[in-house]
């Protein structure tokens, strides 16, 4: 990360009177020299950061915010008593009938500017069936404490909506209150509930087994429970309990509804989120001083929303949740950890690009001036060259982080969003009909900025697969942008009128590649099948290669070995863009997430899938039968049958034939007339699934039949 990020970071969490305070709690019992800067040296070294705190800082009674363990500010506040209630807060009554406590009208009494400490929601299991209810679904704790511990180490880190040290204080501290019988706090328990959903999706072969053998059901049956019983608990809550342990549930919801592949339930209850943690004014940087540890897990909490209104709102085409206008509180730190990379740095990045965008632009719109898109452009290039070295795009440091899973994930995660945000601008240029002869020049030099990123798309996105399929049987959103982009490059071929389409051979082989890659997807999971049907029938209407000609400067191409071994098919090695080209990007939002999936497989159930897809040589010709590195004919329903064998003699010119309905579709390339009737009236909505709502195909302009989603967005 840039030294000025980090820099504004640190000053955005400084104390106004940082010089003039003593050391901290910790240190002065200890009775160590404290540098003073939260989290301090001594305590960043004992790995309790959490735990540091400056005497300044109790101004603010920390044992009154929403972080603190809910039993001591119960108790503090009933031997406070209740002398005061008869001056009750204005703000609390304006509250009570509806306005919320930014209005100004709560202001009017406000002499600290304090922010309203919040307080769990406690029932006793004996008086509530519903709390009863769902403490009954909870396993029995060896098996919960495994599903906790599972959770800490794999599905946190995705996101890292908990912060781990206090996630462990606050899990020990539930089941002392549980097992003593004492009142629960209900928050909580919802947030643990819908951890351990969470975490039977994503459990190994080995737990699974003895999750299932211990319980009695299958994982499958069990994560639906464990959120099923989650919700009708958060229900026993009175509206205006808002509280942070509420947002961190609310998030691991929707993180499971995208997991589950259930967008329409993922986008709901993101709503709720982003209003459950306005109420809790998380958006809103503090009026009175609030402590290092409090302020920096606040403005964590609040960069996971921000990123994935964004994330999820452009993914589905749906508006965004955020005014980002009425947004101060700041990035976090990140200074908790002891690590190269925080497993949080993916979503600061996210976030303050996000920001970035926001403040020239305003919020996602079709950006239609080349001075717009040039700027826009530059702003993404820039953000991409200034990634860490852990993420960067070219050459990134990954031998020294082997330790550390979620660096790989996440720098994945990172070149395929941003790739697709700098991509969203060009897609009105590929999609618009041209003749180079005719078009006017910006509309050409756009269109190819576009075809240059949506190339390098495909390799990240790609990368990004063949990362994950070994670990996950289940990743919806890097194969819907895998036919996404080939839908976009699709769309270039069709619509250019006199056959002439830059990197013309890179274009149909990336096409190739990620139709090959949906092929072997579409049995392993549902999301994969409608793409898989549109992308062949796509194909299939694409014109003849006959009369296109190569114009770029990338026609002959060395080749190397794919990096799997024996080496199957010659793969065209990593294009580097020029110079020239790097500094072309445009607006639009993200339209990917990092979806990691359901059941980690043991590895002695595959084979790693270490062979790219082949590419079609630009001229082939009819009849040709190109090479596959894989079986043709798998009919088994399981993934984790899968295995993709070597073939023999895997260069000869005529080897190994493609299936006939690969044959077919890349003869579509070579024979006949250009075909441009589009009329696709055979896909229906049913046929199309969760695609009708994914994809916008209006904007590639390709005949399909009206979604009703987009017709009714375009009414109103």
């Known amino acids: ?45 004992r790995k309790v950061a959490d735990q540091c705190r400056f005497r300044d800082d109790f101004k603010a009674d920390s044992s009154d915010d929403a972080w603190s363990a809910s039993v001591e500010v119960k108790r503090k506040r009933d031997q406070a008593g209740q002398d005061d209630d008869s001056d009750s807060d204005v703000g609390d009554v304006l509250e009570a009938i509806g ?24 029932l006793d299991p004996k008086n509530s069936a519903q709390l009863q209810r769902a403490l009954d679904v909870l396993p029995p704790r060896h098996v919960v404490d495994c599903l906790v511990q599972s959770f800490l180490d794999v599905v946190n880190f995705y996101y890292y909506i908990v912060y781990p040290p206090y996630f462990s204080k606050e899990y020990a501290r539930w ?17 643990l509930l819908m951890v351990c959903a969470c975490s039977v999706q994503h459990v190994d072969g080995q737990l699974r087994a003895k999750i299932e053998s211990d319980v009695g059901e299958s994982v499958k049956e069990l994560t639906q429970k464990y959120h099923d019983a989650a919700r009708e608990l958060h229900s026993a809550i009175p509206v205006g309990h808002g509280h942070v342990y509420t947002v961190q549930y609310l998030l691991h919801s929707c993180y499971w509804f995208k997991a589950e592949a259930r967008f329409a339930e993922c986008w709901q209850v993101l709503g709720a989120v982003v209003r459950e943690a306005q109420m809790i004014d998380l958006h809103k940087k503090p009026e009175g001083q609030l402590p290092g540890f409090e302020l920096e897990m606040k403005r964590r909490l609040w960069c996971i929303v921000d990123s994935w209104d964004w994330l999820v709102s452009s993914l589905l085409a749906r508006p965004m949740l955020i005014d980002r206008a009425e947004c101060d509180v700041g990035l976090p730190s990140l200074t908790l950890e002891d690590y190269p990379a925080s497993p949080m740095l993916h979503l600061k990045l996210q976030s303050e690009l996000v920001s970035l965008i926001f403040k020239r632009f305003g919020p996602p719109k079709i950006l239609t001036e080349p001075d717009e898109i040039r700027d826009y452009q530059a702003i993404l290039e820039g953000f991409m060259k200034a990634f860490p070295p852990e993420y960067a795009l070219d050459h990134p440091n990954t031998p020294a982080n082997q330790d550390l899973p979620w660096i790989a994930l996440h720098r994945h995660y990172m070149h395929t969003c941003t790739l697709s945000i700098a991509l969203g601008p060009f897609r009105g240029y590929m999609a618009k009909s041209m003749k180079r002869s005719t078009a006017p020049p910006v509309d050409l030099e756009f269109r190819e900025t576009g075809i ?13 697969f063949e990362y994950v399929w070994t670990r996950d049987t289940t990743f919806h959103f890097v194969p819907f942008c895998i036919f996404d982009t080939a839908a976009l490059l699709c769309s270039v071929i069709i619509h250019a009128e006199d056959g002439v389409v830059p990197r013309r051979e890179e274009v149909i082989g990336s096409i190739a590649r990620a139709f090959a890659t949906l092929k072997k997807l579409r049995t392993a999971t549902n999301t994969a099948k409608a793409p898989y049907d549109v992308l062949r029938r796509l194909i299939k209407k694409l014109p003849s290669t006959a009369g296109m000609q190569a114009t770029d400067a990338h026609k002959k191409r060395r080749f190397d070995q794919p990096p799997g071994g024996n080496g199957a098919i010659p793969v065209p090695a990593a294009a580097r863009l020029p110079s020239s080209q790097l500094t072309q990007i445009a607006p639009a939002p993200a339209q990917v997430l990092a979806q990691p999936a359901q059941h980690a497989l043991p590895v002695d159930q595959y084979q790693p899938y270490n062979n790219l897809p082949p590419v079609v040589p630009g001229r082939m010709q009819a009849g ?46 070579t024979d006949g007339q250009p075909q441009f009737e589009m009329g696709w009236q055979t896909i229906s909505e049913a046929e199309l699934g969760d695609l009708a709502m994914l994809w916008n195909w209006q904007s590639l302009n390709l005949g399909f039949t009206t979604n009703p989603i987009y017709q009714s967005r375009e009414q109103t």
Not at 176 to 190: A, E, F, L, M, N
Not at 628 to 651: E, G, K, S, V
């Open 1 to 45: 990360m840039p030294d000025d990020s980090r820099k504004s970071s640190l000053e955005a969490i400084a104390q106004p009177e940082g010089l003039l305070r003593s050391a901290c709690t910790e240190c002065h019992r200890r009775k160590q020299k404290c540098n003073r800067q939260w989290p301090c040296n001594n305590c960043q070294k």
């Open 99 to 122: 306005y919320s406590r930014l209005h100004l009208l709560t202001k009017l009494d406000h002499d600290s500017g304090s922010t309203k400490p919040s307080e769990q929601y406690r």
């Open 175 to 191: 089941w002392d209150d549980y097992t003593k019988g004492r009142t629960c706090g209900v928050q909580w328990t919802c947030l």
């Open 452 to 464: 240059d990123y949506a190339l390098r798309l495909m390799e990240a996105v790609h990368r990004f």
């Open 624 to 669: 040709q039968q190109p090479l596959m590195p894989f079986p043709q004919d798998i009919h088994d329903h399981r993934f984790q049958n899968y295995t993709y064998a070597q073939q023999l003699n895997p260069t000869a010119p005529n080897g190994q034939p493609w299936p006939g309905d690969v044959i077919s579709s890349i003869q579509s390339f």
